[in-house]
């Protein structure tokens, strides 16, 4: 985990190494003070002279003064320097780790998606992240500082008088073992604090995302509640963890005190024997706390990491999880005509071969047909179309296009050669244009206003003031369900595809204007392939075939007119639809 999260750090390695290197210099300024200024009150102020008698020495007292403020002004710019570098390597290295993962996210296929939700995601790219950051930033200033801080004033503690270093030893393994009890019991609480967040993020996320829908089921009060319920969760479980860490601050008061009273005591009676001095007992102490508070900064550090240990789990399953749809090593570049074919397709989003959602498909589409698919709710017409741009890939048998199986493709490739218009589509934030050119970046303005044309979307986008400037906010947002899946079809139409995929994609495009749609891409795109899933029959009834789908299987094929005679399922659909509905 850790190798693969320090490959993030990247160019910010040289700051990653300097900021220990400056902190290395300014603790070692930090010891040597307490000893300057035992040295001071030892020779300076308590200076003696022949008769024995306390004179002090000015002599000494600014000679010792001089080189203290020197010590103290090394330190600082040490120390600014070790803040400065750490601050520009941990935050470098968030920002290498959120590209990163950014970048593993975008290759993921649809199933790697599927695995994650994206509020998981959210969470994983911000909390998670700034976790990471804080213990790197962290791990490379205090778990430098602390060790050799500890390290450096045990050694002069002894060198001062052995009897004096001894109390540290006893002190010393009282906090580390409770440290380390406190650790274990709290790292299972963060992460599952980690987990709620993640619920917290999923219910704001759809809230605010669905704001509409609640509004219209006045579904306020329910949301309210729903939202209330994962704070509250996160409230005890945050407060368990957080009392745990708590403990740590009593413990280590004990010890420092404990420790205090020790070096007084022991101190003392040294003096008295005049083993010690009064310079080397004042150091002592600077020594005591230094230990001790660096102590304490070690144990914060570990629950830190404790807490970002859960959070780097959670990052580098992003970053380790691996696209399930892979290039294949000489991928073919051309797709040679929008010919498909399904030999024994069986298909299970599971994987799991007892829940097939396609069973058995065998179908051959030539280039340049259009073909309709009718089927009921969840008989999976868009499963189906999804495994021709390699959405997904069959879970048996195979899927060619032009000839030759998908999986033989660059993926860029065929997906350029096959538009499909999702039944769940979405605009982008930005103008129409700009929408459009998702299809072909390159496309003039001519192009963008002929693909609108054959969509029928040009007629609504001229009465725009803006025309195609207008902006579209967020998720198309500010245009109706129908002229949205026509700008859906123009900018699929951009791609010039070889096969055209419209999964109800005029679902919500009146039936008058789905009929121009349909005619026009016949006259002007002949040679594409068409697919063509709806629930009108009106919609697909011109089609060179139809294919009729039943809970995952191919049951009829045929044109309108063979249907009508031979396909119970097609008869019953189009009866309902000439009643106007169920009756
Ligand atoms: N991402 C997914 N993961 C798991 N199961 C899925 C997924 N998408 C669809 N399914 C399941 O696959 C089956 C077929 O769904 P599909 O979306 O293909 O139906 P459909 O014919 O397109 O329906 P509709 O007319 O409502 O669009 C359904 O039972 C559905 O629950
Ligand atoms: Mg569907």
Same mark, same amino acid.
Request: charge should be negative.
């Given at each position: 985990m850790l190798r693969k999260l320090s490959k993030s750090v990247r160019e910010f390695k040289l700051a990653s190494f300097l900021a220990p290197l400056f902190i290395a210099g300014e603790v070692l300024m930090e010891v040597i003070i307490p000893l300057i200024v035992a040295r001071l009150i030892n020779t300076g102020i308590e200076y003696k002279d022949a008769s024995g008698q306390v004179v002090g020495n000015i002599e000494n007292l600014i000679k010792l003064g001089l080189l203290l403020v020197?010590?103290?002004?090394?330190?600082?710019?040490?120390?600014?320097?070790?803040?400065?570098?750490?601050?520009?390597?941990?935050?470098?290295?968030?920002?290498?780790?959120?590209?990163?993962?950014?970048?593993?996210?975008?290759?993921?296929s649809f199933k790697n998606i599927d695995k994650f939700s994206s509020s998981s995601l959210i969470t994983r790219l911000t909390?998670? *992240?700034?976790?990471?950051?804080?213990?790197?930033?962290?791990?490379?200033?205090?778990?430098?500082?602390?060790?050799?801080? $500890?390290?450096?004033?045990?050694?002069?503690?002894?060198?001062?008088?052995?009897?004096?270093?001894?109390?540290? @030893?006893?002190?010393?393994?009282? &906090?580390?073992a409770g440290t380390a009890i406190l650790i274990k019991f709290a790292f299972p609480?963060?992460?599952? &604090?980690?987990r709620k967040l993640d619920?917290?993020?999923?219910? *704001?996320?759809?809230?605010?995302?669905?704001?509409?829908?609640?509004?219209?089921?006045?579904?306020?009060?329910y949301e309210i509640e729903k939202c209330k319920g994962v704070s509250d969760a996160i409230y005890n479980i945050a407060v368990k963890a957080d009392s745990l860490v708590a403990f740590s601050s009593p413990l280590m008061q004990l010890? *420092?005190?404990?420790?205090?009273?020790?070096?007084?005591?022991i101190g003392a009676n040294l003096i008295v024997g005049g083993e010690l001095t009064k310079g080397e007992l004042t150091s002592m102490f600077t020594y005591a706390s230094q230990i001790l508070m660096n102590f304490m900064m070690l144990s914060m550090i570990f629950i830190m990491i404790t807490m970002s240990r859960a959070s780097a789990e959670r990052i580098t399953e992003v970053l380790d999880e691996v696209p399930d749809l892979a290039d294949p090593e000489n991928p073919e570049t051309v797709v040679k005509d929008g010919s498909i074919e399904f030999c024994d397709v069986d298909f299970s989003y599971s994987g799991d071969m007892q829940k097939l959602c396609l069973s058995d498909v065998d179908l051959k589409i030539e280039s340049g047909e259009t073909v309709g698919i009718i089927g009921a709710t969840g008989s999976s017409k868009t499963t189906l179309v999804q495994l021709i741009p390699r959405l997904y890939d069959a879970t048996a048998g195979t899927v060619k296009v032009g000839g030759k199986d998908v999986r033989e493709y660059h993926i860029e490739t065929l997906r350029d050669a096959v538009a499909m218009v999702l039944q769940k589509n979405i605009l982008f934030s930005g103008t129409i244009?700009?929408? @459009?050119?998702?299809?072909?970046?390159?496309?003039?303005?001519?192009? @963008?206003?002929?693909?609108?044309?054959?969509?029928?979307?040009?007629?609504?986008?001229?009465?725009?003031?803006?025309?195609?400037?207008?902006?579209?906010?967020?998720?198309?947002?500010? *245009?109706?369900?129908?002229?949205?899946?026509?700008?859906? $079809?123009?900018?699929?139409?951009l791609k010039s595809p070889k096969i055209?995929?419209?999964?109800?994609?005029?679902?919500?495009?009146?039936?008058?204007?789905?009929? &121009?749609?349909?005619?026009?891409?016949?006259?002007?795109?002949?040679?594409?392939?068409?697919?063509?899933?709806?629930?009108?029959?009106?919609?697909?009834?011109?089609?060179?075939?139809i294919i009729v789908l039943d809970e995952g299987k191919i049951t009829d094929i045929g044109t309108h007119e063979e249907l009508l005679n031979t396909s119970s399922i097609y008869q019953e659909v189009y009866a309902s639809q000439q009643k106007g509905g169920l009756s």
């Open positions: 020197l010590c103290c002004i090394i330190s600082m710019i040490f120390g600014t320097l070790a803040g400065d570098f750490a601050a520009k390597a941990s935050t470098g290295f968030a920002r290498n780790l959120r590209h990163d993962m950014f970048f593993s996210i975008q290759n993921f909390t998670d *992240v700034n976790n990471v950051q804080m213990s790197y930033q962290m791990l490379i200033r205090i778990a430098v500082r602390s060790p050799l801080m $500890i390290i450096f004033s045990f050694v002069m503690a002894f060198y001062i008088h052995p009897s004096m270093g001894t109390v540290f @030893l006893c002190i010393v393994p009282i &906090l580390v609480k963060f992460m599952k &604090l980690f619920d917290l993020n999923r219910v *704001v996320q759809e809230n605010l995302r669905g704001a509409r829908v609640v509004k219209s089921f006045v579904r306020e009060d010890c *420092v005190y404990g420790c205090m009273l020790l070096i007084s005591w244009k700009e929408n @459009l050119r998702w299809g072909n970046e390159n496309a003039t303005d001519e192009e @963008l206003v002929h693909a609108c044309k054959l969509a029928c979307a040009d007629e609504f986008i001229s009465t725009f003031p803006d025309g195609y400037d207008t902006y579209i906010e967020e998720g198309g947002a500010n *245009v109706s369900g129908g002229q949205k899946q026509r700008l859906c $079809i123009a900018r699929a139409l055209l995929i419209l999964d109800d994609s005029t679902s919500a495009v009146d039936t008058h204007t789905d009929a &121009l749609i349909r005619k026009a891409m016949a006259e002007y795109i002949p040679e594409t392939t068409k697919i063509i899933i709806a629930q009108r029959i009106s919609s697909v009834e011109h089609a060179d075939k």
